[in-house]
Antibody, heavy 122, light 107 residues
Framework: QITLKESGPTLVKPTQTLTLTCTFS??????????VGWIRQPPGKALEWLAL???????RYSPSLKSRLTITKDTSKNQVVLTMTNMDPVDTATYYC??????????????WGQGTLVTVSS | SYVLTQPPSVSVAPGQTARITCGGN??????VHWYQQKPGQAPVLVVY???DRPSGIPERFSGSNSGNTATLTISRVEAGDEADYYC??????????FGGGTKLTVL
């Protein structure tokens, strides 16, 4: 059974850096063709893809947020970490991590973690 | 950047067929994936690669993709299908892209 769980602060202040950890089980991030992605969802709004790290350590970022994001992996700990700098109230959202299955130029997220709500407020 | 356009809402009576569209420039040349999100829950993959179903997803869920429109079709709609549905593709300029979501209401 594959599971993922997000952890991190529930409240951050504006301008601070957010660090979120995705801890997973049931798969290895050293297996060819897999990755872990981060997706967020502001309250009442749509999903927004943030970042993705592949088994071979290739990293991809949302073009609109690339300058603020860093994604890393620790294969031995089964963890993926996302950092987002210069947080703003508009970054208030539920942040999800998900297993990414890569396939011939495409790929999908399955399954997803339960998500963690991050509020940005002073 | 690549944009995916979904209708904000679709309504259907129980037992009928719901069709949720996802529009994008030449989307027929891309693989489209669909997610279901019920209130307070994480998204769940219901269709991948245009028309394949993950294990455990009912056959009532199907997908198609051609031209500038991809479609998620839910046959014999049940009350439990009420949810938000999102399409997703990969684009060379935008990488992973999600549509704006469609709220399915079962009347």
């Amino acid at each position: 059974q594959i599971t993922l769980k997000e952890s991190g602060p529930t409240l951050v202040k504006p301008t601070q850096t957010l660090t979120l950890t995705c801890t997973f089980s049931g798969f290895s991030l050293s297996t060819s063709g897999v990755g872990v992605g981060w997706i967020r969802q502001p309250p009442g709004k749509a999903l927004e893809w943030l970042a993705l790290i592949y088994w071979d350590d290739d990293k991809r970022y949302s073009p609109s947020l690339k300058s603020r994001l860093t994604i890393t992996k620790d294969t031995s700990k089964n963890q993926v970490v996302l950092t987002m700098t210069n947080m703003d109230p508009v970054d208030t959202a539920t942040y999800y991590c998900a297993l990414f299955i890569a396939a011939a130029g495409t790929g999908w997220f399955d399954p997803w973690g339960q998500g963690t709500l991050v509020t940005v407020s002073s | 950047s690549y944009v995916l356009t979904q209708p904000p809402s679709v309504s259907v009576a129980p037992g009928q067929t719901a069709r949720i569209t996802c529009g994008g420039n030449n989307i027929g040349s891309k693989s489209v994936h669909w997610y279901q999100q019920k209130p307070g829950q994480a998204p769940v993959l219901v269709v991948y690669d245009d028309s394949d179903r993950p294990s455990g997803i009912p056959e009532r869920f199907s997908g198609s993709n051609s031209g500038n429109t991809a479609t998620l079709t839910i046959s014999r709609v049940e009350a439990g299908d009420e949810a938000d549905y999102y399409c997703q593709v990969w684009d060379s300029s935008s990488d992973r892209v999600f549509g704006g979501g469609t709220k399915l209401t079962v009347l």
